[in-house]
C-alpha cells in the first residue's frame, strides 16, 4: 500500500479561473458596498423628515380651516343649541376644494360626517377619481428591467407597517380613531396606508363655537410627493451603487490581478525548484514593482540560487571525499593483496605497516571530513556574543606553551594599539580558526623558528594576524590553500598527515562570522620570503565581554 504523501510532498493547488485570493479581495471590498446597498432600504430618517414637513402644513391648514368653520359656519336656532350650519359648511368646502391640497371631511359633535370635499353635494359615499398608471412601452427585457428597478425602488412602502386609513363611515368614529380626541378638544396628525401600501397624511382640528365643541375637521392628502421624493432618492442611490459595485469589482480584479498572479506565478516557480531540485533559477523577476511581492521574489531568486550553490557544493565535496578517501583505501587494498602473495615476514610487516598508516590516514581524513560537514549546521545553533580577542589570543599562546607545542624560536603574541578589541561570535569557534593557522605556522616553521600572534584594529575592523618564519605560501596559490583537500606539505612530513581540510574550515567559520580570511607572505626589502601570515578580519563590536567592569 503506498503510503500517504507528507506536508513536504503535497503539489500546490491547480489552476483555477477565479482564485480564492481573488475571491477574498472581491468580498472584502464589496462588503461596505453591500451595507451601503442595504441602506437603500432604510430611507427612514429621509422619509420621517418629509412626513413630519407635511404633516406639520396639513395640521395648520387644518386648525386655520376649523376655525374659520368655527367663527362663519355655525347657528343657533331659537331656544336651541348652537350647532354647524351644514349649507354653511358646504359653502365653505366648495369654496375652499380648489384651494386646499387635501380632501377635507367634517363630521358633527356625534361623530357622523356631514360634508366630504369629494362629494360636497351628498354625505354618504363618495367617488374617489384616481389616475391611472402610464402606458408601459418596450421589450420584454426594458420591460423586465423597469419592474425590477420599481421593485427595489419602491420597497419597503412608504406606508408599511402604518394604521390603514377608512376613507368612509357612517359613524366617522368608528373609522377614524382620532376623530374620539378631536371631539375632546385635541388637534392630531398623523400618517396612515390606504391599505395597499401607499401613504395618507391626516391632520385633525376641532371645530369649537362659543367655547363648545361643535364637530371636527378632517383633512387628508396622500404622500404621493413624498413618494416619489423617496423613490427618486432610493434611483439615484441605486445608481450611485451600481457605479459603485462596477468601480470596486474592476479595483478588485485589478488588484487580484497585481496581487495573486504573482503569488501563483511563484508558487509555480517554487514547485519547479521543488522538482528540479534547484538546479536552474526560474523565479520570475519583480523586483520593478517596488512593493512586498518584489521583494519576495528577490528574496526566492536569491534563495534558489543559494539552494543551487548549495547543492553544487555538496556535490563537489561528496566527489572532493570520494576522491580522496579512494586513494588509502586503494592503498589497504593493494598492500593487502600483496601481503596475501608474500611469503617474506620483513616484506610482510612492511605492507602491513602501510595498511596501518593507511587507516591511522582515512581516520584523520574522516574526522575531518565529519568536522567540515558539521561546522555550517553547528554554527547555526551555537551561541554567539562579544568575544574579546587580545585575551582568547593570551589564553591560546599559555595553552600552547604548557602543552609543549611552541616552536622553538618561542610563540610571541603581540597586541597593537588600544582596545577593546571585541568581535561579535562564538569563542570556541574563533579560538578553532587561531588555532588552526598556529599548528600550520608551527608546521611549516623550521625547529628554531618563531610565530607570532598580533591583534589590531584597521578600519573599524579587529585584525588577527599568524605570522611564521617558513617557506610562505606558493605563488599563486594563496586562494587555492583555502580550497577543501588541498594540501602544501613540510618538508620532511610524511604523506597523509594531513587532510587539507584546516583552511576550508578556517574560511567557513570567518564567513559565517561576517569576516574574511586571506593569506600572503612577509618578504624583506630585498624580496625575499620571510615566512607566511594569515590574517583574520573580523568586524568590530560596541559591546563588552562577559566579566568585563564598568
Known amino acids: 500500500m503506498a503510503g500517504r504523501p507528507g506536508r513536504g510532498a503535497a503539489a500546490p493547488p491547480r489552476g483555477r479561473r477565479v482564485s480564492r485570493l481573488t475571491l477574498r479581495i472581491l468580498a472584502i471590498n464589496l462588503f461596505p458596498v ?26 395648520r391648514e387644518a386648525a386655520l380651516f376649523a376655525r374659520a368653520m368655527g367663527e362663519l359656519a355655525t347657528r343657533r336656532d331659537v331656544g336651541g343649541p348652537v350647532r354647524l350650519d351644514v349649507r354653511a359648511v358646504h359653502a365653505m368646502v366648495q369654496r375652499a376644494s380648489g384651494v386646499l391640497r387635501a380632501r377635507a371631511r367634517v363630521f358633527d359633535i356625534d361623530g357622523r360626517p356631514l360634508v366630504d370635499s369629494m362629494a360636497p353635494g351628498r354625505p354618504g359615499g363618495p367617488v374617489q377619481v384616481l389616475p391611472l398608471p402610464p402606458p408601459r412601452a418596450g421589450d420584454w427585457a426594458s420591460g423586465l428591467a423597469g419592474r425590477v428597478r420599481d421593485l427595489i425602488a419602491g420597497w419597503p412602502p412608504p406606508g408599511a407597517g402604518l394604521s390603514r386609513f377608512h376613507p368612509w363611515a357612517r359613524r366617522f368614529a368608528e373609522a377614524h380613531p382620532q376623530a374620539v380626541r378631536v371631539l375632546l378638544g385635541v388637534h392630531t396628525a398623523e400618517a396612515q396606508t390606504d391599505g395597499a401600501g401607499g401613504l395618507v397624511l391626516t391632520a385633525a382640528a376641532p371645530i369649537r363655537g362659543y367655547k363648545r365643541v361643535l364637530g371636527g375637521l378632517l383633512l387628508s392628502a396622500e404622500g404621493t410627493g413624498i413618494e416619489a421624493a423617496v423613490r427618486s432618492a432610493r434611483l439615484e442611490m441605486l445608481g450611485v451603487l451600481a457605479a459603485a459595485v462596477l468601480l470596486s469589482v474592476a479595483l478588485s480584479l485589478y ?100 595498511v596501518l598508516d593507511d587507516v591511522d590516514r582515512l581516520d584523520r581524513l574522516i574526522g575531518d571530513i565529519s568536522e567540515a560537514s558539521r ?26 606553551i604548557a602543552a609543549g607545542r611552541a616552536p622553538g624560536g618561542g610563540l610571541a ?12 561570535g562564538n569563542e570556541d569557534r574563533l579560538g578553532q580558526v587561531v588555532r588552526n593557522l598556529l599548528d600550520n605556522a608551527v608546521d611549516f616553521s623550521p625547529p628554531d623558528g618563531r610565530v607570532a600572534i598580533r591583534a589590531g584594529i584597521a578600519g573599524g575592523e579587529v585584525v588577527i594576524a599568524v605570522e611564521d618564519e617558513g617557506a610562505g605560501v606558493p605563488e599563486g596559490k594563496l586562494e587555492a590553500i583555502f580550497d577543501r583537500f588541498y594540501s602544501e606539505r613540510p618538508r620532511g612530513e610524511k604523506f597523509g598527515a594531513h587532510s587539507g581540510l584546516g583552511l576550508s574550515i578556517c574560511r567557513q567559520i570567518v564567513a559565517a562570522h561576517g569576516g574574511r580570511v586571506r593569506a600572503g607572505n612577509r618578504r624583506s626589502p630585498a624580496g625575499a620570503t620571510l615566512g607566511a601570515r594569515f590574517e583574520v578580519v573580523l568586524p568590530r563590536s560596541a559591546a563588552r565581554p562577559p566579566g568585563d567592569g564598568d
Open 255 to 354: 488588484l487580484a490581478r497585481a496581487i495573486a498572479r504573482p503569488i501563483q506565478a511563484l508558487a509555480a516557480a517554487a514547485e519547479r525548484v521543488r522538482r528540479a531540485g534547484g538546479r536552474d533559477n526560474p523565479v520570475p523577476d519583480f523586483r520593478g514593482r517596488g512593493d512586498e511581492i518584489g521583494d519576495l521574489s528577490d528574496s526566492m531568486r536569491e534563495m534558489t540560487e543559494t539552494l543551487r550553490r548549495r547543492m553544487d557544493a555538496i556535490e563537489g565535496f561528496a566527489a572532493d571525499v570520494a576522491h580522496e578517501i579512494k586513494n588509502p583505501l586503494t592503498s589497504v587494498r593493494s598492500a593487502v593483496e600483496t601481503a596475501a602473495r608474500v611469503d617474506d615476514p620483513a616484506r610482510r610487516a612492511e605492507l602491513f605497516a602501510i
Open 34 to 59: 453591500v451595507i451601503l446597498f442595504a441602506g437603500l432600504f432604510h430611507l427612514d430618517r429621509y422619509q420621517d423628515n418629509l412626513i413630519r414637513a407635511e404633516l406639520a402644513v396639513l395640521s
Open 413 to 424: 603574541c603581540e597586541i597593537d594599539g588600544a582596545g577593546p578589541f571585541v568581535v561579535n
Open 375 to 400: 561546522v555550517d549546521a553547528q554554527l547555526s545553533r551555537e551561541d554567539v556574543g562579544p568575544v574579546d580577542v587580545g585575551r582568547l589570543l593570551a589564553a591560546l599562546r599559555e595553552a600552547y
